[in-house]
């Protein structure tokens, strides 16, 4: 099952995915997660930058980014795995969920 939280001002949403996702998952993990990553990131602008390059790092590898892009992916794991942290204890089933940042661009309308 699969949930998102939708916010038309921001150019990603946080979908929260996994085993009998509940509205506490959605609206206050899921929350938490995005908050986390704006904290840590910036803007959302940045958050969608590291994400891209994060992206673009598993998808073609290290050595076809350029030092900005190693550093914007680098800086994408580590907020990842903060937020991912904070936001989790607020799952109510912790190991059976797990976040996914989907651009606007990526998402069915």
Not at 42 to 57: D, E, Y
Not at 62 to 85: D, F
Request: glycine letters at 4%; charged letters at 25%.
């Amino acid at each position: 099952m699969r949930s998102a939280a939708r916010n038309v001002e921001r150019p990603y949403i946080v979908q929260v995915q996994g085993d009998s996702v509940t509205v506490q998952d959605t609206m206050v993990a899921g929350f938490t997660y995005r908050i986390q990553l704006e904290e840590q990131l910036g803007t959302p602008a940045r958050v969608v930058q590291c994400f891209k390059a994060w992206t673009r790092l598993q998808r073609e590898g290290a050595a076809k980014l350029s030092g900005t892009e190693l550093e914007q992916a680098t800086a994408w794991i580590e907020a990842h795995r903060q937020a991912r942290r904070a936001a989790r204890r607020f799952f109510v089933m912790p190991d059976a969920k797990t976040f996914a940042l989907r651009l606007q661009e990526q998402v069915p309308a």
